[in-house]
């Protein structure tokens, strides 16, 4: 549940944020932050895209799953930040450590909820052995 309200909540966020911006865009042209964030969001759509094929095609095995979607993404993210500008040939390794790190959040906070739906299910599954045990 918890998972789903901060889905929604990201994508309604996502929404305003590309409405306010093509409202400025119109009202005052394509200066570098508008353009920053149509380019964030054209990034987020390609990584989105990139792990939907990388979990369709790889392996079983988790660990390998990850490090073949952390290589292919920040190889993206690196090629399309250094095209658009956000990197230069000094600070190429910039893009893995951002991946890196927002990976690791993601994983630790998809953790977090998965280890609270777990719990709910347990504790679900706990309560319907007792009521069967009274019947």
Known sequence: MLKEILKKTLIFAAIIILVVFSFSLLAVGM???????????????FVTVIQYFVKQVIS?????NIMIEYVSVSVFVFLFGYFVGWFIKSNWWMAFVYVAIIYA???FLDMAVVKRDINYINAQLERRRNNEKIE
């Open 31 to 45: 200066k570098p932050e508008i353009m920053l964030v149509f380019e964030i969001f054209i990034l987020s759509f």
């Open 60 to 64: 079983n095995y988790f660990f390998i």
């Open 105 to 107: 959040t993601a994983y």
